[in-house]
């Protein structure tokens, strides 16, 4: 069982700061991309940030140059550090890995969440 627990979430003002963690446990050989989603109320999961196991990043052109992904890779974490953040940066947070399990089985598993909130 492969597991993606998120934690950093939070309510911030803006232009302030926020660091995102996501660790993967569980029966995991090895980890591909790993990279950050996120949801506002009523629109739909969009891509944040992305890093692939060679260090490529893709960043979503709203976050360039705020926001910055990096990995641990002997932690199985990636992080999100969110700066001048901003109101419509607000919206739930989702992890997402490319893993190969134990048994050589590859998927893309999901973290369940972490909601920020960026209000005055």
């Known amino acids: 069982q492969v597991r993606l627990v998120e934690s950093g979430g939070g309510l911030v003002q803006p232009g302030g700061s926020l660091r995102l963690s996501c660790a993967a446990s569980?029966?995991?050989?090895?980890?591909?991309?790993m990279g950050w989603y996120r949801q506002a109320p009523g629109k739909q999961r969009e891509l944040v940030a992305t890093?692939?196991?060679?260090?490529?990043?893709n960043y979503a052109d709203s976050v360039k140059g705020r926001f910055t992904i990096s990995r641990d890779n002997a932690k199985n974490t990636v992080y999100l550090q969110m700066n001048s953040l901003k109101p419509e940066d607000t919206a739930v947070y989702y992890c997402?890995?490319?893993?190969?399990?134990?048994?050589?089985?590859?998927?893309?598993?999901w973290g369940q969440g972490t909601q920020v909130t960026v209000s005055s």
């Open positions: 569980g029966n995991i050989f090895s980890i591909y991309a």
């Open positions: 890093l692939n196991s060679g260090n490529s990043t």
């Open positions: 997402n890995a490319d893993i190969v399990n134990t048994y050589r089985w590859r998927a893309a598993y």
